[in-house]
């Protein structure tokens, strides 16, 4: 019987979370970060243009697990603007958003100021020069993961999302992982 092998994997900005793409247009891909073993999968999705905690598996029972609605996922959001305490309880209490075509109102969340940032998220790409006016940074976690779902939220409030990552998927943390670096470990403890 084979064992499962499971990554942790802090995923950069400019890399799509998939093996093979097969469209026209050439794409950054998470084979070409680390020698994975065949059979592995990403657990969700982030998409191009965001960052952070990236969990990978060769064992699609974990997939299942790790995408429920039980577990707790974790995003920085820089957004455009001063964000206010207003528009953080808006997206505590569920706001509307478009998820293919139909209108929907996520769930009730936990969403909050963030004054500092932890070292680990590091500084990405440049977004913009402070000329084009000030910006800041919240934290939202979800038990849902519609597609673009905080982007759509944060722009919902009037905040659009700026860059966004991902910084816990359960009890597992992006601490101590550079961008692009890649963790083997010998299990996803949830809790």
Known sequence: ?????????????????????????????????????????????????????????TDGMMSEIVRSK????????????????????????????????????????????????????GEGRRIRDERHGPTSWLSITLTEGKFRQVRKMTAAVGFPTLRLVRVRVGAIDLKGLRAGEVREVKDFNMS
């Open 70 to 121: 039980t577990v707790e996922k974790e995003y920085y959001a820089q957004v455009d603007g001063v964000v206010t305490p207003e528009a953080i309880e808006k997206l505590k209490s569920g706001v509307e958003i478009g998820v293919k075509g139909v209108r929907y109102t996520t769930k009730p969340c936990d969403a909050r100021i963030l004054e500092t940032l932890p070292d680990y998220i």
């Open 1 to 57: 019987m084979n064992k499962h092998r499971h990554f942790l994997l802090h995923k950069p900005h400019g890399y799509i979370s998939q093996f093979i793409y097969e469209k026209k247009r050439n794409k950054k891909k998470l084979g070409e970060l680390y020698d994975f073993p065949d059979g592995t999968m990403a657990i969700g999705r982030l998409d191009e243009d965001s960052e952070g905690l990236l969990l990978l598996t």
